[in-house]
Structure formats: structure tokens, C-alpha cells
């Protein structure tokens, strides 16, 4: 069964930090793909993170890299995102995605081509 189910958002103060997680059924997080996305209140779901699997690279989006880090447990087949120097932009819905590995050794972090979705944990950074 594929499911994907997400947790640990809230709210925090800006600067502060939050650790994210998606317990995975059904994706192997050694060979497929999973990511992190984000839509924020008016705005279109962005690219946060991706994790090749396969091709064992992972991908930041720009305005995030040095400031969330992805990781991951195999043994309980979890993915985390930890969230640190959160500001008030980072408010959104962030939600995980996996998708089967994809035949080339250079993959993109496209929303779309991922096909599993968890429903997705709401994170505010307020004071």
C-alpha cells in the first residue's frame, strides 16, 4: 500500500526551528524518489527538497539550501526534513511525495511527476 503520512509541523517563532517527518509505506527510500514541497497561503506548491534514491543525490531549492536538511532512517522507513532559521515565508503547507525511481541519473524535483502524496502538515513562523 502506498501511503505517506506527515507530521511534526506547528507553530514556531522566526529563527526558530522544526524537524518534519513522513513515515513511507510501499517506497524503498534507498532506490526511489521522495520530496519535500511546500505551498504557501496565494502561491503555487513549490520545490523544497528531493532525495534520489538510485542515483543517491539530493536536490535543494535555493532559498532553502543551508537552512533545511533532509535525511533519513531506512530502518523505519521515514524521511525528515529538520527546518532551521525558519522566517515568516517559510509559512505554508509542506507536504511529502515519492515516486517510483525514474530512468535517468540526472532526475528533476517536479511536483508533478511525483504520484504519491501525504496529506500534509501545516507550519507557521510567527511571533
Known amino acids: 500500500q502506498l501511503q505517506l503520512v506527515e507530521s511534526g509541523g506547528g507553530l514556531v517563532q522566526p529563527g526558530g526551528s522544526l524537524r518534519l517527518a513522513c513515515a513511507v509505506s510501499g517506497f524503498s527510500l534507498d532506490f526511489d524518489d521522495i520530496g519535500w514541497f511546500r505551498r504557501a497561503p496565494g502561491k503555487g506548491r513549490e520545490a523544497v527538497v528531493c532525495?534520489?534514491?538510485?542515483?543517491?543525490?539530493?536536490y535543494y531549492a535555493d532559498s532553502m539550501e543551508g537552512r533545511f536538511t533532509i535525511s533519513s532512517d531506512s530502518a523505519k522507513n521515514t524521511v525528515y526534513l529538520q527546518m532551521n532559521g525558519l522566517e515568516p515565508e517559510d509559512t505554508a503547507i509542506y507536504y511529502c511525495?515519492?515516486?517510483?525511481?525514474?530512468?535517468?541519473?540526472?532526475?528533476?524535483?517536479?511536483?508533478?511527476?511525483?504520484?504519491?502524496w501525504g496529506q500534509g502538515t501545516q507550519v507557521t513562523v510567527s511571533s
Open positions: 532525495m534520489y534514491g538510485r542515483v543517491g543525490r539530493t
Open positions: 511525495a515519492a515516486r517510483p525511481s525514474l530512468p535517468t541519473n540526472q532526475p528533476t524535483c517536479n511536483s508533478w511527476s511525483f504520484g504519491s
